[in-house]
């Protein structure tokens, strides 16, 4: 049985299963790529996606409720 966190294989074509970590990260800054902006860039962009979502969604349950409070029967399709 293999650890999960044991290298299976390339993680890529051309890969070396073996390179490490601070090898890969380093060549990534080397390349001007810096991990820290993209991931601090993902965070941001999907934290304001999901309030986005989250403020539709509950706009549009408070618009069924209270359409079903007026008409006293089914709710609506939004």
Do not use: Y
């Amino acid at each position: 049985m293999n650890d999960w966190t044991a290298p299976a294989g390339a993680l890529w074509p051309g890969a070396a299963a073996t390179a490490k970590p601070g090898r890969r990260f380093a060549s990534l800054a080397a390349e001007g790529i810096q991990l820290t902006d993209i991931t601090d860039e993902l965070e941001t962009d999907g934290v304001a996606r999901f309030q986005d979502s989250w403020q539709q969604l509950t706009a549009d349950v408070r618009t069924t409720l209270h359409s079903t409070a007026r008409t006293g029967g089914e709710p609506r399709a939004v």
